[in-house]
């Protein structure tokens, strides 16, 4: 008996053709869901590769003459010598020059008058503050060097430094940190290969030298610096009350993949942008910068009333995250848990010790300018201009419900922009470059459906038109883009598999159907973006979300990535852009982005509003200026208009406004509603009046700021290295530019 | 309880349906720590820039001894501000700026304060404190002397476990006290200015559902004394309005009227209205009678309403160990002064938020007062100034609609009516465009609609005659009296369902009628005048509304055939399909003539439409039942059972599919955490 290929029987029968077609069906699907995105290589991107930190092996240190503290010598260069406490593991840096002592921790005398008592007494004591877990627990206990069955080895690293290694016996944990001797002060490096974990204690966080220079109550004059926004001063002088007295807040704000942000929270505040901290204490300060980490790192700065009596800002770093895993799609109950896999990243701290004229925020701000500038992360010097240029976001339109489905609605077309363009040069703006936003063909924000261009607004040959125009007259344009945030509905990504994963593996969503595209397919898309961009002559690409404004993690079971990762493509990108259109604009410009753009729109320059913080400072603004072109907020949605005018002047910001050509109600329900205020015949005077105000600091776009100093309540000067001096008066709402060729 | 989880998550929903439009950069960047949300007449909330912004904060550190507690702040006429300085045991005085001034009630005597919560100043600068602790209210002399205490009042109505603990008070021209006391749910305390009981004052009423209703119906006294009393919300706050009236704020839902503003009669003149925000606990009020509402809502903290207690704007925020400057943690009190700076007292955290208006709630507010006055003709530079400043906000348009109007020039009131969705404004100018159109071409009117009559009799008597000489195909003839019969059921419906028995309507004139029916509904959405859907089209839900037509017909058909099949009656399944789709005639026959009607009617001639559309409801219902009764060939009494039996049934499918497809759902969600469990541990 044969058989036959072709059963018989009529049931069989259809049941093999249906699932013939099942799998045709299938495999129609999976062909088109198929990786159609051009390859990194073809980009010229390749994978980061990590380099860790080699832990030292032998070579006991010999400890030599202690003094009466008990710290002995460990290296010495120039202008600074490195001491040891052998049996607390403190640590010491002499400022040669003046003589100033830097500790990790507070003397035995202060300690003396100290009333915490216990483990808060012990931490005062300890260079680090570990924070530990038993696998498959939650609950953190902490270990310090006074914590029992520690046993601490010195190795001496060349000539520079020392390693300290740290083994808790009883917790069978041992790691590692690396003090080093710099030009400019000291470098503290905890590198992970130095971490082991034999038993089921699993490190959480290490908080590192929490009290270094830490200003008991009463006893110096000074205050601490904390990034919050351009940068944010405590003093020590206040009286607080008992609220809000500590800060606690994660570098380049919460990573959303990992859950840990408070959704029921509707407070907004500005995420950290740069990894700098610092203290200042008399005539004496430090600025301190976190080199590797920072994208598990908190700043921690603390006051008097808590804790202790010290006024003390320091870095803590997670190595471990605790996160809610939900155990129902159908509740919102989670369960507490911590990742088992720990962060396998070195983390780097340099100490950069000032005093005197450079011991302030303005010393604090020129130590990471030279540490960007050194370290080749910040751009080049901008060319001299003649004009201030003037940026303008031109909106084109969005789509709303319309009769029960959607439909575009023009607000400014490429007809209308060029109008606006002419109007406003003719008016008396000298220089200008132009953002162009809502061309995206699916008439939404945060979308990937971009082309052709919306045929509304003049399709791509209106587009193309639009961008001769401009460049008849020397004007830049670019069109702006989305790189993180997307809304399923009007995404050609799959949530599911092109979104990323959050910390409990789930596939990671946003509210509604928004989630974030995993960096390496975002980027690799870009790759037909900026082809199609450049077909259209557009000189660049600003990115309102993505690089510049958003890290995250992937938790992909497969090619996962740490928020460093990101932000490594993301910097490829960056520059991949300028090199095939030559312009690149971001949202904020947080530090990793400097180096690769040429435009921050609303570079952070307002505080969180923290009733702590005392006053509110430009150091980031001073580390950037004359590197890349910045602005504020768009001069037509400032809430208070003549202040943050003044603000922006005082920042050394360039003007923006964000304009449309027909009134701004046109926008009410597209995803531009927010611009409330944009029509081009309402703001055009002001806008000309506000630019000649902004083309007096035309003569300084290029250069450093050399000084930023509070004349008193309300007056304020910027000095740049020319000698120029801007000098604000918020009571008045007046200024004036004085000296240098500006003047 | 519907209505209590609804109203619970009023706020949040909103909040968040806005939110969705800013959602993205809401992890980046601020300058305030809040939104200011503006709530648009009809047509939900928008993010504005800022009416109020924080200002800055009075900590105590200039204040002898600091704050500690602080329960109430009340400004005075010369916006000297006074504070209740709650576990300091004093009243403290600050001046405009804040600087500290003296300190009230600390003296050993009579005049000792304990734990007051509560401060009033008269006009004639007497200061009265709520001296809770106490359990009095004491009065002291503009210069601080004590002068008075009144304990709690003799009368037969405030029996013994009446405690009284005052909180918070204001005192009327006449010098009567209005006292909230705490844990009552009586309302004020009334005392004269001798200190005697005068009565309570403005106590909320519990609302009662309708299980509360069939209670009270059902069960008789001792049943109902065993249930839990319904306690209507206790009044939390009272404030004075410059024009006399009392101000009550009330925390809760068990009672509307979260906000009342009492005459001295204790009528309430937003009528018991409920408000949105169940956790208000203080209302402040201006020159011009807007209020200011204190939330302790984590997603806005104060509210803006317009003298009538309509919403306007919300903003600020509520945060666990608040930290920023405008968010509170426990907000217990608000006031405003004359220069508008509201202060908010915060009690968790011993500070006090000042806020201060921005130039554009300036403009705002003045718009807002003079349209509210009914000043239109003044009114029309602010509001220009406002589309200026926020071309997104209704109200605007709608006063230049009003502006317009007062002008006459309907077209322009017209236009602006409709873009800020007031159906009564537009109602009000397309009544005085009708009228001089009318007044025009009256005549016209009637000649043109008098030959289009005859023109189209005549033209559909020829058509008849052309049709009836020709020879068409036998289908053709089918369909068209199969459509005759259907017209005919709507008028003789016993007659017309007895010819559909035993007969099969073709599936194609049965499917005909239903597209039919559909695509009617979806053209009289977009094809009624504006008055019928006073809102942006946009946002109507065309597959709902379908949804809520389509469905219970579905079921309706299922469920007579099911019932009707068990109880005896003749129908197959196909005649109750034909005749409950003939049943429908009526709605594609009068929807058509009522949608072009509502373009022409205005809101007072409202009741024709509501009339005819009513009328036709009647009349299908009186189709299905008597589709019933013929179908099936039942008599009367078996039909109505019969009607009867089939809407429980329909209610019976609905309730099973919801279950079945949450089982089905919690399965699905058992096997994903189970599966997400197992690779977790692995």
Redesign the interface.
């Known amino acids: 008996m044969h058989r036959t290929m072709w059963p018989v029987s009529r049931t069989a029968r259809l049941m093999l053709i249906l699932s013939i077609v099942i799998i045709l069906i299938l495999a129609v699907i999976l062909y088109g869901r198929r990786d159609k995105l051009p390859s990194l290589q073809k980009m010229g991107i390749s994978a980061p590769i990590v380099q860790l930190t080699a832990v030292k092996e032998g070579a006991a240190w010999k400890e030599g003459v202690k003094d009466d503290e008990g710290f002995a010598e460990v290296a010495d260069n120039k202008k600074y010598t490195l001491l040891l406490e052998p049996k607390t593991s403190q640590i010491s840096i002499v400022d040669k020059d003046s003589n100033y002592r830097w500790r990790s921790n507070p003397s035995r005398e202060q300690l003396a008058s100290e009333t915490v008592k216990g483990a808060l007494l012990e931490n005062l004591k300890s260079p680090f503050i570990m924070e530990i877990v038993a696998a498959g627990q939650t609950r953190r206990s902490s270990l310090n060097t006074q914590s029992k069955g520690l046993k601490i080895d010195y190795t001496v690293l060349d000539t520079t430094g020392i390693q300290v290694k740290y083994s808790f016996e009883k917790q069978k944990l041992s790691f590692v940190i690396q003090y080093r001797l710099t030009s400019h002060g000291m470098e503290a490096i905890i590198p992970s290969d130095g971490i082991q974990e034999a038993g089921t204690s699993l490190i959480y966080s290490i908080h590192l030298l929490p009290y270094f220079g830490a200003v008991s109550a009463g006893s110096d004059t000074g205050y601490l610096f904390v990034p919050d926004g351009p940068g944010g001063l405590i003093y020590y002088d206040?009286?607080?009350?008992?609220?809000?007295s500590s800060y606690e807040f994660p570098i380049y704000?919460?990573d959303?993949a990992k859950l840990n942000?408070n959704e029921?929270?509707?407070?907004?505040?500005?995420?950290i942008a740069f990894p700098l901290y610092g203290l200042k204490r008399g005539n004496q300060a430090f600025a301190a910068i976190v080199k590797e980490g920072p994208y598990t790192a908190k700043i921690k700065a603390a006051t008097p009333i808590n804790k202790s009596k010290y006024h003390s800002v320091s870095v803590s770093f997670n190595y471990r995250d605790e996160y809610g895993?939900k155990?129902?799609?159908?509740t919102k109950e989670t369960v507490n848990t911590i990742r088992q896999e720990r962060s396998m990243e070195d983390r780097r701290v340099e100490f950069r010790l000032l005093s005197g004229e450079e011991a302030d925020y303005v010393g604090m701000a020129h130590a990471y300018r030279d540490y960007l500038e050194e370290n080749g992360q910040l751009g080049q010097q901008l060319q001299q201009a003649n004009h201030i240029p003037l940026m303008l976001s031109i909106v084109g339109g969005g789509k709303?419900?319309?009769?029960?489905s959607?439909s575009y609605e023009p607000a400014t077309t490429f007809n209308e922009a060029e109008l606006i363009v002419n109007g406003l040069r003719d008016a008396g703006v000298a220089s200008m470059n132009v953002i162009y936003q809502g061309w995206q063909n699916s008439g939404h924000?945060?979308t990937d459906e971009r082309f052709p261009v919306v045929s509304k607004l003049g399709g791509n040959q209106g587009a193309k038109q639009f961008v001769r125009n401009m460049h008849d007259m020397g004007i830049k344009v670019l069109f702006d883009d989305y790189m993180?945030?997307k809304v399923a509905d009007y995404s050609s990504f799959y949530k599911k598999t092109d979104g990323i994963r959050s910390i409990?593996?789930?596939v990671f969503s946003?509210?509604?159907d928004?989630f974030i595209v995993n960096p390496v397919k975002a980027v690799r898309e870009q790759k037909q973006v900026i082809e199609a961009l450049k077909d259209i002559g557009v000189d660049g690409i600003h990115y309102v979300?993505g690089p510049g404004?958003?890290t995250f993690s992937d938790y992909r079971s497969s090619n996962p990535l740490t928020r460093s990762d990101t932000v490594f493509y993301y910097q490829a990108l960056l520059d991949y852009v300028r090199e095939q259109l030559s312009l690149a604009g971001v949202?904020?410009g947080e530090q990793y982005a400097l180096k690769h753009v040429d435009y921050i729109e609303?570079l952070?320059y307002?505080s969180?509003?923290?009733?702590?913080i005392d006053e509110t400072v430009p150091v980031y603004p001073i580390a950037v200026h004359g590197t890349v072109g910045y602005s504020t907020?768009p001069g037509n949605?400032r809430?208070?208009?003549e202040d943050?005018m003044l603000k922006a002047i005082e920042y050394g910001a360039i003007p923006s406004f964000k304009l449309t050509y027909a009134?701004?109600?046109v926008?009410?329900?597209t995803?531009f509603?927010?611009v409330?205020?944009?029509?081009y015949d309402?703001w055009k005077d002001r806008i000309v009046e506000d630019y000649k105000k902004f083309d007096q600091l035309a003569a300084v776009y290029h250069l450093k700021i050399s000084n930023h100093e509070k004349l008193e309540d309300g007056i304020y000067v910027t000095s740049y290295e020319d000698g120029t001096k801007v000098t604000v008066n918020y009571k008045t709402k007046q200024f004036s530019v004085e000296g240098g060729k500006a003047g | 309880m519907f209505d209590r989880t609804r109203h619970g998550l009023l706020i949040k929903a909103f909040?968040?349906c806005c939110?969705?439009?800013?959602?993205?950069?809401?992890?980046?960047?601020?300058?305030?720590?809040?939104?200011t949300w503006y709530r648009d007449l009809n047509s939900g909330m928008?993010?504005?820039?800022?009416i109020y912004?924080?200002d800055r904060?009075i900590?105590?550190?200039r204040v002898e001894g600091g704050l500690a507690s602080p329960s109430d702040v009340y400004i005075a006429g010369d916006n000297h501000v006074y504070i209740a300085d709650t576990s300091n045991n004093r009243i403290v005085e600050l001046d405009e700026g804040g600087e500290y001034l003296r300190s009230v009630g600390m003296e050993a005597g009579p005049g000792k304060l304990n734990q007051p919560e509560g401060v009033f100043v008269s006009a004639d600068g007497m200061i009265y404190a709520a001296n809770t602790g106490g359990q009095s209210i004491i009065r002291y002399s503009a210069n601080g002397r004590f002068d008075r205490e009144f304990k709690k009042p003799e009368s037969k109505v405030l029996t013994a476990d009446y405690h009284f603990l005052p909180t918070k008070l204001v005192v009327d021209r006449r010098g009567v006290m209005y006292i909230v006391v705490k844990d009552t749910f009586l309302g004020l305390l009334r005392m004269s200015p001798d200190g005697e009981f005068t009565g309570f004052f403005g106590a909320n009423k519990a609302k009662l559902s309708w299980l509360d209703r069939l209670k009270r119906s059902l069960l008789n006294e001792r049943q109902m004394a065993q249930e839990i009393s319904k306690q209507p919300n206790p009044i939390q706050n009272v404030s004075l309005a410059a024009d006399g009236f009392l101000l009550t704020t009330s925390s809760g839902l068990s009672s509307d009227g979260q906000i009342k503003k009492l005459n001295a009669g204790g009528f309430d003149a937003f009528h018991n209205k409920a408000f949105w925000e169940p956790h208000l606990v203080d209302t402040a009020i201006d020159q011009n009678g807007f209020m200011y509402g204190l939330n302790r809502d984590?997603?806005?903290s104060i509210s803006v309403y317009d003298p009538t207690g309509e919403v306007m704007f919300y903003f600020g925020?509520t945060?666990k160990?608040?930290?920023?400057?405008?968010?509170t943690?426990y907000g217990i009190s608000i006031d405003i002064n004359s220069n508008n700076e509201l202060w908010v007292v915060d009690n968790?955290?011993?500070?006090i938020h000042i806020f201060k208006r921005?130039?554009f709630g300036d403009t705002y507010m003045m718009a807002a007062h003079l349209y509210f006055d009914g000043d239109y003709e003044q009114s029309r530079s602010y509001w220009e100034e406002v589309i200026?400043?926020?071309?997104?906000l209704n109200i605007a348009y709608n006063g230049l609609g009003k502006i317009a109007l007062h002008d006459r020039d309907y077209r322009t009131a017209l236009d602006y009516f409709k873009?800020s969705n007031d159906s009564v404004g537009y109602s009000n100018a397309f009544w005085y465009i009708r009228y001089e159109w009318l007044k025009q071409n009256f005549l016209y009117a009637v000649v043109v609609l008098v030959i289009a009559i005859w023109g189209l009799s005549f033209l559909a008597r020829r058509a008849a005659a052309f049709i009836r000489k020709r020879i068409w195909p036998a289908r053709l003839k089918r369909y068209s009296s199969e459509l005759r019969d259907a017209l005919y059921v709507m008028v003789h419906p016993y007659q017309g369902f007895y010819r559909l028995k035993d007969r099969n309507i073709s599936y194609g004139v049965i499917c005909f009628l239903l597209l039919l029916a559909i695509g009617i509904h979806?053209w009289s959405?977009?094809a009624s005048g504006f008055i019928s859907y006073p809102f942006?089209?946009?946002?109507?839900n065309?597959p709902r509304s379908l949804a809520f037509k389509v469905v219970p017909w579905v079921t309706w058909v299922i469920a007579n055939y099911l019932v009707s099949a068990v109880k005896g009656g003749e129908g197959k399944f196909r005649e109750v399909l034909q005749a409950s789709t003939f049943a429908l005639v009526p709605y594609i026959v009068i929807t058509i003539p009522t949608t072009i009607l509502t373009n022409f009617v205005v809101l007072e001639e409202w009741i024709i439409i509501d009339l005819i559309t009513r009328g036709m409801w009647i009349w299908i219902i009186v189709l299905f039942f008597v589709m019933t009764q013929v179908i099936h060939n039942f008599d009367f009494t078996e039909a109505v059972k019969n009607a009867a039996i089939t809407i429980f049934t329909i209610g019976v499918i609905w309730v099973f599919v919801m279950i079945i497809s949450g089982l089905a759902?919690?399965f699905y969600?058992f096997i994903?955490?189970t599966y997400?469990e197992v690779?977790?541990r692995a």
């Open positions: 206040r009286i607080r009350p008992t609220i809000g704000g919460d959303p942000y029921e929270s509707m407070v907004l505040r500005e995420q895993r155990v129902s799609g159908l709303k419900p319309q009769y029960g959607d924000t945060y993180g945030w409990d593996s789930t946003g509210q509604g928004s979300d404004s958003l949202t904020r609303g952070p307002s969180s509003q923290d009733i702590m907020v949605m809430d208070i208009y943050e009134e701004s109600r926008l009410k329900r995803d509603q927010d409330y205020s944009s029509q309402i | 909040a968040t939110l969705l439009g800013l959602l993205f950069p809401e992890f980046v960047s601020a300058q305030l720590p809040y939104h928008i993010a504005t820039q800022p912004v924080p904060v900590d105590g550190n984590n997603v806005v925020s945060e160990s608040a930290r920023q400057l405008g968010i943690d968790a955290s011993n500070l921005t130039s200026r400043q926020n071309g997104m873009q979806i959405v977009f942006e089209l946009g946002n109507y065309i759902y919690n969600d994903e955490q997400r690779t977790y």
